[in-house]
């Protein structure tokens, strides 16, 4: 069977993952949109690392006994490493707008709103930014609302910043000291020429840009069967979307 | 004492133009009184998501009750964007107020501390920040080297609504885990609650049960409302109605389909599954 679109993005954001940083993942975080994300932390964990999933939609066995407030509260003291976060729009200095298009933001098109992104970005030290759609309409020269930036000021309390941005097309590095990212990754079928062509922002490119690694068969075969069986519950369309039909 | 009425005796206690803080969708919503709310046609309502926004503000936005809205996000989950949300957003019947998620609990939190305001961390040098005129930064006091942090306002809702798993004939309600509503009972002025069953007994007395409880004494009134989270999540005790919310998604694009959906759902003879 070929490797789902899917398959290869939870397996590049779980390369992603476990790459060696100065903040290594002891405790990641996902919210009820990310299954991708969610079973990427489950793959990274599969391959070996020592990494705990904290899934905040869990509606059996949650991990937490005051909501989404004791997640910010565990943000706020350090104690999540990892968080995924998206955007309507998201610009070359890896700055997210979830409020709208237009301006003012929303005048074009509203969208839902910030969510804890405005708090998440700053307190969690590694974010891994993630966008299925990869056109010039989500990834722009400036976003219309700064939701989260990417980066910040000296002296602006922040622990981390985006590590890299996935999307359906390709992975990108983020460079936070130059506010810049980089062409890490292609997609299988896409090219230099797509990427820039469905790019916005201007990046960097490399002169050898390899292709995205997808998942190797022991990934596939985990996917499909401890780790789906863990994750079920609280992403059951998506299981029975990628992972086909439960055998009764 | 804290009475037991119906749930129409608790939506005529919501007086029109009341701020009320309403839980998000997957958090114990009672949705069942806010049905009662919009057959009172109650007016004017400020709304506070806490943290967020969903299936039961848009019904209220839809019905014309709500004239101001503080959240940090409206969405229906998987069933998508919010319909009379965005429809009430493109034409301008809506003052919004955005904010983020942890700044809506620390708001609270600092009216149940009674405190006029706590500092919180992030926020600097987004848009969020710049619009949010009531939010300010100074410098942190306690740091040796400069150190800006913002501070929330306390926001005190006139009322919060809450539907909780069981309540007890004290006025003692069970919200299980979802501990952060005792938050916004604690920061609201008067906080209506509905109940999917009454119990005997005295659930402060059962120190297993206790931990769960947001206590009587700042219960105003509690009605029962079996399936009162319908077509929502009510914890473990009933999945959301995803079917439903599908086809209310796709009803609520269009004015007709809303109201539509209202005089089925919510106007018309109240369907004994549902109430």
Known sequence: MTVSREELLIAAIADLIAAPNPHPVRHAAVGAASPIPAHAVMLARHRGLDVRLS???????NPFTE???ELFDLAGQGRIDLFFLGGAQID???????????TPAGSSARLPGNFGSAFMAFTVPRVILFREEHSPRVLVPKVDYVSAPGVSAAGVYRRGSPQALVTGRCVFAFDAVRARFTLASLHPGETRESIRENT??????????????????????????PIRAALEDTYPQFCARVFGARAA | MTPIETVEALAARVPDGAFVALPPDASLCPVALVRALIRRGVRDLHLLGVPIS?????????????????????????????PRF????????????????????????????????????????????????????????????PDPIVLIPALVPDIALIHAAMADRFGNVWVGRRRELATIAHAARTTLVTAERLVE??????????????????VSAVAEAERGAWPLALL?????????????????????????YLAEHVLGPLPKAAE
């Open chain 1, 200 to 225: 916005g922002f201007d990046y960097d490119e490399p002169t050898h840009v390899p292709e995205t690694r997808g998942p190797s068969e022991d990934d596939r075969a985990a996917l499909a069967g």
């Open chain 2, 236 to 260: 473990d005790l009933y999945p959301a109605d995803a079917a439903h919310l599908d086809a209310y998604a796709k009803a609520a694009r269009t004015e007709e389909g809303f109201r539509a």
């Open chain 2, 54 to 82: 969903g299936f039961a503000t848009d019904l209220l936005i839809g019905a014309g009750c709500v004239s101001a809205l503080t959240t940090s996000a409206v969405t229906l989950g998987e069933a998508g964007l919010a």
């Open chain 1, 67 to 69: 909501g989404a407030r």
């Open chain 2, 201 to 218: 007994g005295n659930l402060m007395a059962d120190e297993r049960l206790a931990p769960g409880v947001i206590s009587s004494l700042y």
């Open chain 2, 86 to 145: 965005t429809a009430a957003m493109r034409t301008g019947a809506l003052r919004l107020t955005d904010a983020t998620c942890p700044a809506v609990h620390t708001a609270l939190q600092a009216a149940e501390k009674g405190v006029p305001f706590l500092p919180l961390r992030g926020m600097i040098g987004t848009d969020l920040l710049a619009d949010r005129t009531d939010w300010r930064v100074i410098d942190n006091p306690f740091a040796e080297a």
């Open chain 1, 55 to 61: 899934l905040l939609q869990q509606r059996v066995g």
């Open chain 1, 92 to 102: 070359g200095q890896a700055n997210i707008n979830l409020v709208g298009t237009g």
